[in-house]
């Protein structure tokens, strides 16, 4: 995915394994939207990840194979795509977001 996203010229900052991993890219750059799977490596969850990201203005696209999870004030607003996501969904969903930054 990093490499469909990187030759449509998008500049990638992860993927990242961990919410700390994700927390330090944070650190150094906001994103325009994030792409992030709720469950992650070794059963860790990403809920406050993509509460802070909501906080700080970033649309997020949620990316997994089940959306079996219960319902999380921190998930509303989120667009959530099912994997394996083809790169046409994925462009139709990230391009209104790519819009709507560049008009402000």
């Known amino acids: 995915m990093k490499k469909h996203l990187e030759l449509l010229?998008?500049?990638?900052?992860?993927?990242a394994m961990t919410t700390a991993e994700a927390e330090g890219l944070l650190t150094e750059h906001l994103p325009d939207v994030a792409l992030v799977d709720f469950h992650l490596r070794g059963g860790e969850r990403s809920d406050g990840l993509i509460a802070?990201?909501?906080?700080?203005?970033?649309?997020v696209i949620m990316l997994s194979g089940s959306f079996e999870f219960p319902p999380l004030p921190s998930?509303?607003?989120?667009?959530?795509?099912?994997?394996?996501?083809?790169?046409?969904?994925?462009?139709?969903?990230?391009?209104?977001?790519?819009?709507?930054?560049?008009?402000?």
């Open 52 to 59: 802070r990201l909501h906080e700080q203005g970033v649309p």
């Open 9 to 15: 010229g998008a500049k990638v900052a992860g993927p």
């Open 75 to 104: 998930l509303e607003g989120a667009t959530f795509l099912e994997k394996p996501v083809s790169e046409a969904k994925l462009l139709a969903h990230l391009s209104p977001l790519i819009a709507k930054k560049a008009t402000r």
